[in-house]
């Protein structure tokens, strides 16, 4: 069974950084389907980034509006996905979710809110 634990975000002044967390039992997050989610509320859930399997290459994959910001990664020895925020603003407020995709289904983590003052 895929569990996703999250943890990490919180609250900073704009420009500062944060780190999310998610640490995932059940499957290798070395074989890629790894992503990033984040939702305002009232609003869809929007892509932010996602990263390969290590067969793959390890790609990285970034929406426009973080690119250069944010950086994804994985460390295999503790099964853990990580997505650092650098430079952040107030429009990156939201609760970021974890994402897990195997066999055709997702798997969420119960999502973290980071939030940015101005």
């Known amino acids: 069974q895929v569990r996703v634990v999250q943890s990490g975000g919180g609250l900073v002044q704009a420009g500062g950084s944060l780190r999310v967390s998610c640490e995932v039992s059940?499957?290798?997050?070395?074989?890629?389907?790894m992503s990033w989610y984040r939702q305002v509320a009232g609003k869809e859930r929007e892509f932010v980034a996602a990263i390969s399997g290590v067969t793959s290459g390890g790609i990285r994959n970034y929406t426009d509006s973080v690119k250069g910001r944010f950086t994804i990664s994985i460390d295999n020895a503790r099964n853990r996905m990580y997505l650092q925020m650098n430079n952040l603003q107030h429009e990156d407020t939201a609760v970021y979710y974890c994402?897990?995709?195997?066999?055709?289904?997702?798997?969420w983590g119960q999502g973290t809110q980071v939030t940015v003052s101005s």
């Open positions: 994402n897990v995709r195997r066999w055709n289904t997702d798997f």
């Open positions: 059940g499957t290798p997050v070395r074989i890629g389907g």
